[in-house]
T-cell receptor
Framework: KQEVTQIPAALSVPEGENLVLNCSFT??????LQWFRQDPGKGLTSLLL?????REQTSGRLNASLDKSSGRSTLYIAASQPGDSATYLC?????????FGKGTTLSVSS | DADVTQTPRNRITKTGKRIMLECSQT?????MYWYRQDPGLGLRLIYY???????NKGEISDGYSVSRQAQAKFSLSLESAIPNQTALYFC?????????????FGAGSRLTVL
């Protein structure tokens, strides 16, 4: 059974710091891996999707990497801002549905 | 208007009551999903549907039922609500014609069962 783990569960950093969120999964047979952002009381917004054949994807200050063989992904956020404060969810697609991690709650202080 | 609309956004009900959460979408997607989110547990799949005549159980379908009334509508029912069904429920859609299979989520329906 596929399991997705995110570490740390919560993270607090000062504005401007670069940071890394970690995601690991137990079964490397995945189609893709996605990173989502969730704001309190809101739905999920897709940030980056890495297909199984890819190693990384970039969007603005965000960079996500994928190492399928080791079952790991990282989300790198450069020059963090208070507006980055949210919960970040990692999800892998294996079969018909997405399997989610429990998320990392990020707080960026000004 | 949102692409994926969930109603109600918030609902408080009592144990034993029947509850229906509704989801409608304007994206023209054929696939629809219901997830629940619990604090500290992430999102878990309840049911999914790949077209109007297709219904599939997800990881945690017990205590729930669904109806795909049309391509654009997918409702989730709790026949007899219980307190441990208190959660945030999300509907999502995706398009089978596109790869990768990117999901679009609604804003969520917060259900509290007393």
């Amino acid at each position: 059974k596929q399991e997705v783990t995110q570490i740390p569960a919560a993270l607090s950093v000062p504005e401007g710091e670069n940071l890394v969120l970690n995601c690991s999964f137990t079964d490397s047979a995945i189609y893709n891996l996605q990173w989502f952002r969730q704001d309190p009381g809101k739905g999920l917004t897709s940030l980056l999707l890495i297909q199984s054949s890819q190693r990384e994807q970039t969007s603005g200050r965000l960079n996500a990497s994928l190492d399928k063989s080791s079952g790991r992904s990282t989300l790198y956020i450069a020059a963090s801002q208070p507006g980055d404060s949210a919960t970040y969810l990692c999800a892998v697609q294996a079969g018909t549905a997405l399997i989610f991690g429990k998320g990392t709650t990020l707080s960026v202080s000004s | 208007d949102a692409d994926v609309t969930q109603t109600p956004r918030n609902r408080i009900t009592k144990t034993g009551k029947r509850i229906m959460l509704e989801c409608s979408q304007t994206k023209g997607h054929d696939r629809m999903y219901w997830y629940r989110q619990d604090p500290g547990l992430g999102l878990r799949l309840i049911y999914y549907s790949f077209d109007v005549k297709d219904i599939n159980k997800g990881e945690i379908s017990d205590g729930y039922s669904v109806s795909r009334q049309a391509q654009a509508k997918f409702s989730l029912s709790l026949e007899s609500a219980i307190p441990n069904q208190t959660a945030l429920y999300f509907c999502a859609t995706s398009d089978a014609r596109t790869s990768p299979n990117v999901l679009t989520f609604g804003a969520g329906s917060r259900l509290t069962v007393l």
